[in-house]
């Protein structure tokens, strides 16, 4: 099941990248394309910390009892070349998490309307990774996708925090991660509840 586990979010974690970047297609800005990013290659999308470091611990560290996540090298884009400059970085950003929880639904629809119990732990290891990824992306912290989206929103006297933000984003995010996270366990489970029909 470790194995399993680890293939799934990896695999999750593509679709997540893969979405941003044709999202950003879909609105003119062909950067992602030409960088090969839309593709299901994992090795062009693996980020060290976030796609081997931080799985690979969270695993060892909870004894593969505990859900684990990461995240992949940003796509790059070019916002200049957006049709819509006012909200297409927003879209791009909301795009991977939205993926992620398509996915979820999916799989978790599977187990609520057909009877599958010699698939049940696997297709529930699919649901609660891909539920787990498109809430953590959300958080508002660099580099994750809820950064993008709060800056998205907020008037541009703000840069000088986002710039500080984006800098020492990385210690805030591992600090959430390991103190405030787990604390959000409880709402992907209920999440997982209302999809499937029933607790994990």
Do not use: C
């Not at 062909?30 to 690979?56: C, E, M, Q, W």
């Amino acid at each position: 099941m470790t194995i399993f586990i680890l293939i799934v979010l990896l695999f999750s974690i593509v679709i997540h990248e893969i979405s941003h970047g044709a999202m950003a297609d879909y609105l003119g800005d062909p950067t992602a394309k030409y960088a090969g990013r839309l593709s299901l290659n994992p090795l062009r999308h693996l980020d060290l910390f976030g796609s081997v470091i931080l799985p690979i611990s969270l695993l060892i560290l909870t004894r593969g009892q505990g859900p684990i996540f990461g995240w992949a090298k940003p796509v790059p884009i070019n916002p200049y070349n957006f049709r819509d400059k006012k909200w297409g970085n927003l879209k791009v950003a909301l795009a991977g998490p939205l993926s992620n929880f398509f996915v979820a639904l999916f799989f978790g629809f599977l187990l609520r309307f057909f009877n599958l119990p010699q698939l049940y732990d696997f297709l529930s290891v699919i649901v609660v990774l891909n539920l787990l990824l498109a809430i953590f992306n959300l958080v508002p912290i660099p580099p994750l996708d809820g950064s993008h989206l709060l800056f998205s929103l907020l008037p541009e006297k703000t840069l000088r925090f986002q710039q500080f933000f984006f800098q020492y984003g990385i210690f805030i995010l591992i600090l959430f991660i390991y103190l405030v996270f787990p604390l959000i366990y409880p709402l992907i489970f209920w999440i997982y509840r209302i999809i499937v029909g029933q607790p994990f």
